[in-house]
């Protein structure tokens, strides 16, 4: 068997096995594995199976993982979002929409503490779709802002998925989660125009709330004062070179502890769950790490990966066709797979293909979360919708996902509009301070 | 019984985390108030990793954490792909057997070299070890995942 029959019958078992239901780690260590076993020498994958589990846990810059997941823990019980949701409400709230639009806002602010779309979603569902219940927002419009608004999470920095890119393109993680910061303005700006524009069209989707004097909105303001202080810490720490990104991840979470503890939200039972689930998501992502270093190993000893790179440069494709069928291939992708499975899966076959077109890999990596974030929202499997269901059990999925629509477009509108300005992406970590 | 050990091991872990944030936390406010690095919290960092990470691995796999597909789950559920979901948490519990396996042997070939780290001179042997307990735990909660779904 050449290589490339063998990398393919691969692939074919990774995709058979994934959609048996194997987590996703297991399958890619399994079929990494006797795909090395075959390609190079059972000696070779069994050495695999050894060393990796141990050698790509124990680093030092992946502290990261665990400083950022446990921060978006901690602000997710010390009522940071509620604070968040208060302030941006007092602003917002009396325009026509506007507590969508504070619910797209406060999803922003959110997202600058957790680093996952699902935690976003929930934290901040749980506080907002109460309020637009009740003044008596459309189901539609209510479910679909915290639907599109949590995905914010993995685009807005910190985020788990972005730095799992970083490590698995030996990309700095400092850039990357900076890369992100404009990009996520720009799409939260399209999302709040989105609401204004459905509720001009539409005035009783989003009835306007009840106008606050300007002494209530300050004390709002200043309800919000301690996330400012955790976000200025962190991500504009690692912007400054103040902070590593490990420094400002553990200052981060150390901050919202504090943050809970002053607030008397956080006793003993909400710090084990906390920490329980902290440690559940660090060895979920782990595993799918220790997974892909076992699989892509074996992706590149099939050649498959620059075969294709090379095939493509030889048509002449050009990077904006190739860019053009990523971007389909990925929003089809996105109806059936969860987005860490798409990204772990196509990264070491995408990539020597962006590497051979001269696209920045930073730029792609931001390019991919926004397209992830689309699936996240796309029917029959978008996991952010199942979130918004379990919280607003009334309203049908079919109703959901007609809400969702209008975003799902906002987002696709950034995406041309980053593929049409790379700069937007590029410039914060261009101008960088420190490392 | 067996799931509490788990939650246990898994809060250890959280445990160490807390840890590890308190030194990461600690060293920076050596760094910039005291002017002095604190050598040993590269290496104590990359040791509680591997601690978080592998005291964690068994309980997420218990709790149903690690990422998986389920788009076809309403068929997968049907009584004729029983094997398969017996099947499947068999060869999952085979490879994490063999990955703990592997594991312990590259533990000894760690201890024969003396590998230990740089400035601190820890042992790197227990921590290899706890790696490669959690794959054997991990390969235990297949077995009872296999187990489950042919009794079901």
């Not at chain 1, 050449?2 to 297991?26: D, K, N, S, W």
């Not at chain 1, 978006?72 to 941006?88: E, I, K, T």
């Not at chain 2, 312990?104 to 760690?110: G, I, N």
């Amino acid at each position: 068997m050449t290589p490339t029959t063998v990398g393919v019958l691969g692939m074919a078992a990774m995709l058979l096995l994934m959609f048996a239901r194997m987590p996703i780690g297991l399958a890619m260590a399994l079929v990494g594995a006797i795909g090395i076993a075959v390609l190079n020498s059972p000696a070779a994958a069994l050495n695999s199976l050894g060393s990796f589990p141990y050698s790509h846990a124990a680093v030092q810059a992946f502290a990261v993982i665990p400083l950022f997941v446990l921060m978006g823990n901690f602000a997710a019980v010390s009522g940071m979002g509620r604070d968040l949701y208060a302030a941006a409400y007092a602003w917002m709230g009396h325009r026509r929409g506007g507590l969508a639009s504070a619910t797209i806002l406060a999803c922003a602010g959110f997202a600058a503490l957790s680093g996952s779309s699902v935690a976003s979603a929930v934290t901040m569902g749980r506080v907002c779709l109460p309020e637009m219940r009740r003044y008596s927002y459309d189901p539609r419009l209510a479910t679909g802002v915290i639907a599109a608004g949590g995905t914010l999470g993995i685009l807005i920095p910190p985020s788990t998925v972005m730095v799992v890119y970083a490590l698995l393109t030996e990309q700095s993680i400092g850039r990357l989660l900076l890369a992100g910061f404009l990009p996520g303005l720009l799409l939260t700006t399209l999302f709040v125009l989105t609401v204004m524009f459905l509720c001009t069209l539409r005035p009783n989707l989003g009835p306007p709330g009840p106008a606050l004097s300007l002494a209530e909105r300050m004390r709002a303001l200043w309800g919000a004062g301690p996330f400012i202080v955790v976000v200025a810490a962190t991500i504009g720490g690692i912007y400054a070179g103040v902070f590593t990104v490990n420094e400002a991840a553990a200052v981060g979470a150390l901050l919202t502890m504090v943050h809970a503890l002053w607030r008397r939200t956080l006793g003993l039972t909400q710090l084990t769950d906390a920490l329980l689930q902290t440690v559940r998501t660090t060895a979920m992502v782990f595993l799918i790490l220790i997974g892909a270093h076992i699989f892509s190993p074996f992706l590149a000893m099939s050649r498959i990966p620059s075969d294709l790179a090379g095939l493509l440069v030889d048509y002449k494709l050009g990077a904006m066709t190739v860019l053009a069928i990523l971007l389909v291939a990925y929003v089809v992708m996105g109806m059936f797979l969860e987005g860490f499975a798409m990204m772990v899966l196509t990264v070491p076959i995408v990539l020597p293909i962006i590497s051979a077109l001269g696209i920045d890999p930073i730029w792609f990596g931001i390019f991919m979360v926004i397209v992830l974030e689309m699936g996240l929202i796309s029917p029959p499997v978008g996991i952010n919708v199942f979130v918004v269901k379990g919280i607003a059990e009334d309203v049908p999925m079919g109703r959901i996902f007609a809400g969702i629509m209008p975003f799902w477009f906002a987002m696709l509108a950034c995406v041309l509009l980053l593929t049409a300005f790379p700069e937007i992406v590029m410039v914060v970590p261009n101008t960088m301070m420190g490392r | 019984m067996f799931d509490r050990v788990l939650r246990l091991l898994a809060l250890g872990g959280g445990v160490v985390l807390l840890g590890l944030m308190g030194l990461v936390a600690f060293d920076v406010v050596m760094r910039y108030v005291l002017r002095i690095p604190f050598l040993g919290a590269y290496e104590m960092t990359e040791l509680a990793m591997a601690l978080i990470v592998f005291l964690g691995l068994p309980y997420c796999a218990a709790t149903g954490g690690h990422v998986a597909v389920d788009v076809f789950g309403p068929v997968l559920d049907r009584p004729g792909f029983k094997w398969l979901n017996v099947l499947l948490p068999l060869a999952g519990s085979a490879l994490t057997a063999a990955m703990a396996w592997e594991s312990v042997k590259y533990a000894l070939d760690s201890r024969a070299r003396g590998e230990a780290t740089n400035m601190l001179k820890i042992d790197l042997v227990p921590f290899q070890l706890v790696a490669a307990t959690s794959m054997a735990l991990f390969a235990a909660v297949l077995l009872v995942q296999a187990w489950k779904a042919l009794r079901r």
